[in-house]
Each structure stands twice: as C-alpha cells, then as structure tokens.
C-alpha cells in the first residue's frame, strides 16, 4: 500500500476515490481525449420576454457577483448544479481584499469578523542557501467558505434574488434579445444576460476554447492536519529541493482553524508523458516530513486537497457569442501564478459590477460591449514569462539548482527595494515601475543568472513577453491621463459613456492601478 492509499483512507468522504476521479480527467487533458461539448446555439427568433435580466450559472463564486446585481436591484437567478454551500477548507487572502465586501455593503464589519475563521502573521517566503524573507499582511486571512456563502445567500434572498439548487446547466439558445437556457431538471429561464461562472470545466468555456489544450497547468495537493509542533506562521513562496521529475516543487503552508494546511505545488504544461495527481501526492507525502519538520506519525490528517488548474495565453476569455460573460474561474482572468480565483474574483468584483450595472441599463449586451468586460491585462500577460521560468518541458536540460537560484535573487531585490515592490507581486499585482526596477537590478546583479533564463523559456517566448511588458508600461502612462477626461463625460451619449468607464478600468486594472496598500 501507496503512502497515499493509507494517509487518504484514514479520511473520511474517500477522497482517494476523487483523487483517482480528477487524474482521469488530467490524463484526458494530458492525452488530448476531452470531448468539446456543443450546448450553446444561436437563433435568428426573437425570444420576446425575458423572465430574468441576469442568470448566474455556477453558485460558489457566482454568488458573489449575484448578491451585488440583486442589491441594485435587477431581476437575478442563481443555478446550481448540487447545494450551495461553502467548503470546510479555508480561502486565504489579504485583509484589503477582503474588506472589498463591507465595501459592497455584502457584509457588515460584524460578519466579516465572523468570516474570518484565522489571522497570522507573518509569512516567509524561502529558497536554499539564502535568507528567509518574512513579509506581513500578505495571504494571512484564513476566510471560512461555509459562513460567508450561507451570508451572502441570504443576503442574496433578501434583496429578491432566487436560487434554483440541484439545477445544473444544459444548454444555452442566444437569441437577438435574450438567451433561453435549459437545465437538467427540465426547466427554462429565460433571461438578459447569461453570467457563466461554472468554473475551467464549464461547458460553455469548453465550447468557446475548441478543445484547445492549455498552455500551462498548476498542479496542487496537499491538506490539512493536526499536530504541527509549530503553527504561527505561514509560508507564502518555499522550495527546498532542487529540479525533480522535470518540475519544480513550491510549497505554501497556512495556520488553518482546525489544524494547518499545507500544499506542494508545481508548473508544467499538459504532455503526455507529465506525472499523475497520484504520483504527486505521493511526492508530497515524501516530502512533507522534511518541510514541516514533524513525522507523518504525529499528524491527525482532516481532509486531502488536490487539483488542477489549466491556463491559457488567450485569457481572459472572449466567447463568440452575444448575451454571455465568463466570469470567475470560467474567464480565466486570474494570474496563471495563481491556483483557484477567489482571490481574483473578489479583486474585480468592485469593476465587474459596475460594468455589469451599466451593460444592463444601457442594453450593451453585444459580444463587443461585453468584451469590454473581460479585457487584455498585461499586468497579468507579463506573468507568463514567470511563470514558464519556474517551468521545465518534459526533454528539456536545466541545472538542477536554476530555478531556486534564480526565484531567491529575483526576490532579495525585491526584498531590498521594499514593500511597494514586494507586497503587490505576491498578491498577484504587477506594477511598471517595480518590475522595471526589479528586472534592473537582477540583470546587475546576477546577469549570468538571467542570461541562463534564456534557452529556459524560449527567445519567442520572451519577444511576446516584450510586448506585455511594453504594454504595461503604456497603461501605466494612459491610466492617469485617461482620469483627467471625466469632465468630457457629461456630454456623452450614453453608450460612449460605457465604453469610456470600460477603457479607464481596463487602463487602471491592466496596470496594477487598483492596488491600494
């Protein structure tokens, strides 16, 4: 018996079972075998009602943005496949991210507090033969999923909202003024605007990608147990092995309610030939005993984490059709550094539900006006480059310490130059002016270094990089100047005013202008 077999079958809920479930679905992905559903069609016939003016596929993240449309007061609907309700395991994010719900009058200070399920501080970030650098306020915020989701559900209801449980998405027919939407249980809704929030496996997404393979894929295991002899810090950014089985293994590790979480993670792109979830809790399972410093033994294990998160240059995605936003995991809009999109989620529902408001009241519900929606970020295209540089292809030859030798410089002038380079990096923001000093200073002090980066991550891969980069400070430029027009907007029509508010958040997000410390 496996090291995995007999950690996960002393969990309950069988998660070995799931394990095995996932990895048929990353071999599928890996062997190119994913069928491309066809549920979304177009019809020349006007629908002529519309019972809804939004329904929301996909509860757990799509609740989010629901509670904010029902709370303007539009005519909203929330489908979902089983029941809603949250996870046991914890969502870690910054404090200021997420505030952004008292901010949105979804929570009361009172319930965030209650929301918030742990605190520490602070947390490392650490490679071999080099110090550790220890950071505050970053991803210290352990959020407990099962009572913000019931929160927000309720306060969903109240406004007038309706939640349709055990009701899963099956097709989708796009007329000129609406979309009719079947779902499992034979039902029909009728509806404005389609939000799609069931995540990467989302059949639409899947439609509207073609089949496409992803360019990269994060990879993750790991859990949460008891009897950590030490659980007041958290690890942010750790590797302590050099290259194996042609990847990189990083670990994050946080103080959890019931215990402490930790996670082995890595990146890699979808061959064949790549390794199974099995395989890499195995590797974790390892491993674990070295980086925490404590025996499997002396561990209480309470539940196994794993998954994978597939992510795609062409991001965040544009459908071919009218009346349909991606929204969530389903755009694809988070960081391909990042794994899940709760953190990105709550980053943009300030703009999407803004946007989402004014798409509604002036009827810009075309796929050029909801384009606008999920726009070109550079300030999350540059970070491709990033991460195909913690990345190794499955033939390719790279010093066995490179990846570490490389991350530990990048962040000692990060550490150097101060928090506001620092701080937004790990929160998944990328700034012009810190990245550019950062890349300075690495190329000075460490150009042999840079210079072996090279080969690593392709020179076609670098020159599309440039454009990134060049476009990020092209924003960063625009954001500002764009600000001081707001006085041209009282003679706007209506429409001009839509578009003009999209292209100042799409200058301010695409340069990391929605920071704020």
């Known amino acids: 018996m496996s090291l995995t077999e007999q950690i996960l079958s002393q969990i309950p809920g069988n998660p070995l079972e799931t394990l095995r479930r996932v990895d048929k679905i990353w071999q599928k992905l890996r062997a190119e075998n994913i069928p491309i559903p066809t549920t979304v069609k177009t019809e020349s016939k006007l629908l002529e009602t519309s019972d809804w003016d939004v329904i929301i596929c996909g509860g757990t993240l799509g609740i989010l943005i629901g509670a904010t449309l029902a709370k303007k007061g539009w005519r909203v609907a929330l489908l979902e496949r089983g029941i809603l309700k949250g996870r046991i395991q914890e969502w870690n994010i910054s404090r200021k991210e997420i505030e952004t719900f008292v901010e949105l009058n979804l929570l009361s200070s009172e319930e965030l507090k209650k929301a918030i399920a742990t605190e520490y501080n602070p947390a490392r970030i650490s490679f071999p033969n080099t110090p550790d650098i220890w950071v505050k306020d970053v991803l210290n915020i352990g959020v407990d999923p099962v009572y913000l989701l019931e929160t927000l559900k309720q306060r969903f209801l109240e406004v007038g909202g309706q939640l349709f449980e055990n009701t899963a998405y099956q097709t989708a027919t796009i007329h000129p003024d609406g979309v009719n939407i079947q779902t499992s249980n034979g039902r029909s809704f009728k509806t404005r605007l389609l939000l799609d929030a069931m995540g990467h496996s989302s059949p639409i997404v899947q439609q509207a990608r073609k089949g496409k393979k992803p360019d990269a894929v994060c990879l993750v295991v790991g859990t949460c147990a008891t009897g950590y002899p030490k659980n007041d810090t958290g690890d942010i950014f750790a590797s302590f092995t050099p290259i194996e089985n042609q990847c990189q293994y990083f670990w994050e590790a946080f103080p959890a309610r019931d215990g402490r979480t930790t996670y082995l993670f890595t990146y890699l792109d979808a061959h064949p030939d790549r390794f199974s979830l099995e395989f890499f809790f195995e590797e974790y399972l390892r491993l674990l005993p070295e980086y925490q410093k404590v025996e499997l033994s002396q561990l209480t294990f309470q539940r196994a984490l794993f998954g994978f998160f597939p992510c795609y240059r062409q991001s965040p995605l544009q459908t071919p059709w009218n009346r349909i936003l991606p929204v969530g995991d389903s755009s694809g809009s988070q960081s391909p550094l990042s794994f899940g999109g709760f953190g990105a989620m709550v980053r943009h529902l300030p703009r999407l539900t803004l946007g989402i408001d004014e798409a509604l009241q002036t009827d810009n519900l075309s796929l050029k006006s909801l384009t606008l929606l999920q726009p070109y970020q550079p300030n999350v295209s540059v970070t491709w480059l990033f991460q195909r540089s913690m990345s190794i292809g499955v033939n390719q030859k790279v010093a066995s310490e490179q990846i570490n030798q490389l991350l530990a410089g990048v962040f000692q002038v990060m550490e150097q130059l101060g928090e506001p380079v620092l ?82 958040e799409q200058w301010k997000y695409g340069s990391g202008g929605d920071y704020v410390e």
Do not use: C
Request: no cysteine.
């Open 423 to 504: 701080k937004p990096f790990l929160q998944d923001v990328v700034k012009f002016p810190a990245l550019a000093k950062t890349l300075f200073v690495t190329s000075l002090k460490q150009p042999g270094l840079v210079i072996k980066i090279i080969p690593q991550v392709g020179v076609g891969n670098l020159l599309d990089w440039m454009k990134h980069y060049v476009n990020l400070g092209v924003y960063s430029l625009l954001y500002p100047v764009g600000g001081k027009m707001e006085n041209l907007i009282a003679k706007m029509s209506e429409e001009q005013r839509y578009f003009y508010r999209r292209l100042m």
